[in-house]
């Protein structure tokens, strides 16, 4: 019962600090505004598997199967790519699995790529990682974009370069349309 009232408190909470997203600019440079990006793309992949929560975020206490495993994915951010275990029972807890068809991945690349951006934008909500993209190359994961269209947050492992910059340039709504479109083929 405990559990539940925790759960359903920390739900609400999240929900109403992401409804009121607020952006904040931060001026400070990257590292210094010299800095131009390597043009090196972030995953090495041959397939992106793209998980999706299946259901409403404010429903997870209710209708998952697993609320507190589902929750945890939800919030956790990863360090290391081998913290990608969770990866296998993701449809277990109530996300859904597409494939990316490959006529997306140049467009993929684009947007997971490390380049030049004068400023970083940052929002001040709590993210919740409901889409997840697990590359792979040759069947074994090489990377894991987390990724909060909500809050414009994200969260990275595997990475071969700088990954500070993305959201930027209208990344993540780019992004977002090429999964929309994507679940729709």
Known sequence: MNNIIYLSFILIFICFSCNQKSQTK???PIEDYSYKGSGKY???FDAIEHYSLAIDIRDV???ANNPRGTME???RES???SDTLYIDSLTDLNFNKYSINKIYFDS???IFRDKYQPEIMGTTCIPW???ILVFKKSNSISGVAKVCFHCLKHNIVGSKTE???LGQSNDYEKLEQILIKNKGQ
Do not use: A, M
């Open 79 to 81: 360090e290391f790519i």
């Open 42 to 44: 972030y995953f090495d």
């Open 61 to 63: 206490d209710k209708k």
């Open 129 to 131: 990682f409901s889409d």
């Open 73 to 75: 994915v939800l919030y």
């Open 108 to 110: 993929i690349n684009q």
């Open 26 to 28: 931060i001026t400070e």
């Open 163 to 165: 990954t500070r910059g």
